[in-house]
């Protein structure tokens, strides 16, 4: 194995075939990220979304997708011109990779429930390790009047990278926690990343939530609207299938223990608001 790559994954638990496969996935989703860093990619655009909560701010779940959004809308932008900085860090540390972009209009339901038609979609594949693909979304149109802030990653070098700050990332989760429609799932990692917020007191960005909503949705929705529509969801989620949904990326299934409907509804009652 690769020395810098054996070195970044000793820092993980790897105990059990799950607990290797989600440390070989954060250990290359920072290697993109590293090579991205490379090519300039950080001037334009943002990185967001779980696993960005998890590389940079300790979120106590694994994540696989990697999510970015432009700086400013761009519907010309395209990720292709930073396909050889990426596959070059890859290459550095062993792993040979194929990227390719996804035709979005042979996507399952499932797939584009939640996607805009101005997201452009890669896979990145590794064809060293079959099973490994991470999937990259870019939002080339992004709803904006959102903050960013330069955060630091040690491994494989000194590097930053320009993530959305984290009240802007709560607008975005609740967005997704609220809207997200899958008809015969339901994607317990957005109720893992709630909690998250809450417990640790990040304060939520209404504004750039309405204006998420605005775009996405087309709803014009004041602070009560949508508390009112949180509850509803929280209140009639079957808790069963979020939980199903998360407990493959956490550490502890007990930590799921006290989850419930009304445990939730506390939850919604304790968000602070920016």
Same mark, same amino acid.
């Given at each position: 194995m690769n020395?810098?790559?054996?070195?970044?994954?000793s820092h993980y638990p790897m105990d059990t075939a799950d607990a290797r496969r989600n440390a070989l996935y954060e250990v290359m989703q920072q290697v993109v990220l590293c090579g991205l860093y490379r090519g300039g990619f950080f001037s334009e655009a943002a990185f967001y979304g779980?696993?960005?909560?998890?590389?940079f701010h300790g979120l106590?779940?694994?994540?696989e997708d990697m999510d970015f959004c432009l700086l400013k809308k761009d519907e010309n932008f395209t990720l292709e011109k930073y396909f050889p900085d990426i596959i070059d860090e890859c290459r550095l540390l062993g792993r040979e990779v194929e990227i390719?972009? *996804?035709d979005k209009h042979n996507f399952g339901k499932v797939e584009s429930a939640f996607l805009k038609d101005n997201t452009d979609?890669?896979?990145?594949?590794?064809?060293?390790? *079959?099973?490994?693909?991470? *999937?990259?979304?870019?939002?080339?149109?992004?709803?904006?009047?959102?903050?960013?802030?330069?955060?630091?990653?040690?491994?494989?070098?000194?590097?930053?990278?320009?993530? !959305?700050?984290?009240p802007n990332l709560f607008a975005g989760k609740m967005h997704a926690l609220?809207?997200?429609?899958?008809?015969?799932?339901? *994607?317990?990692?957005?109720?893992?990343?709630?909690?998250?917020? !809450?417990?640790?007191q990040v304060p939520l960005n209404f504004r750039h939530l309405q204006v998420r909503i605005k775009e996405f949705n087309g709803l014009d929705v004041n602070r009560d609207q949508f508390v009112d529509l949180l509850k509803e969801r929280l209140s009639t989620t079957d808790i069963r299938q979020v939980k199903a949904d998360v407990m493959p990326f956490v550490r502890n299934p007990h930590d799921l223990d006290i989850w419930s409907n009304n445990y939730f509804l506390q939850l919604a009652g304790m968000i602070r608001y920016e």
């Amino acid at each position: 194995m690769n020395d810098i790559l054996e070195q970044m994954l000793s820092h993980y638990p790897m105990d059990t075939a799950d607990a290797r496969r989600n440390a070989l996935y954060e250990v290359m989703q920072q290697v993109v990220l590293c090579g991205l860093y490379r090519g300039g990619f950080f001037s334009e655009a943002a990185f967001y979304g779980g696993t960005c909560l998890r590389i940079f701010h300790g979120l106590n779940r694994y994540s696989e997708d990697m999510d970015f959004c432009l700086l400013k809308k761009d519907e010309n932008f395209t990720l292709e011109k930073y396909f050889p900085d990426i596959i070059d860090e890859c290459r550095l540390l062993g792993r040979e990779v194929e990227i390719t972009k *996804k035709d979005k209009h042979n996507f399952g339901k499932v797939e584009s429930a939640f996607l805009k038609d101005n997201t452009d979609v890669y896979n990145l594949s590794f064809t060293t390790e *079959k099973s490994l693909k991470i *999937k990259i979304e870019v939002d080339t149109e992004p709803p904006l009047q959102f903050d960013t802030e330069e955060r630091l990653l040690l491994q494989p070098f000194s590097f930053f990278t320009r993530c !959305v700050s984290l009240p802007n990332l709560f607008a975005g989760k609740m967005h997704a926690l609220v809207f997200r429609q899958w008809k015969h799932r339901v *994607k317990g990692r957005d109720w893992y990343d709630f909690e998250w917020y !809450v417990r640790n007191q990040v304060p939520l960005n209404f504004r750039h939530l309405q204006v998420r909503i605005k775009e996405f949705n087309g709803l014009d929705v004041n602070r009560d609207q949508f508390v009112d529509l949180l509850k509803e969801r929280l209140s009639t989620t079957d808790i069963r299938q979020v939980k199903a949904d998360v407990m493959p990326f956490v550490r502890n299934p007990h930590d799921l223990d006290i989850w419930s409907n009304n445990y939730f509804l506390q939850l919604a009652g304790m968000i602070r608001y920016e």
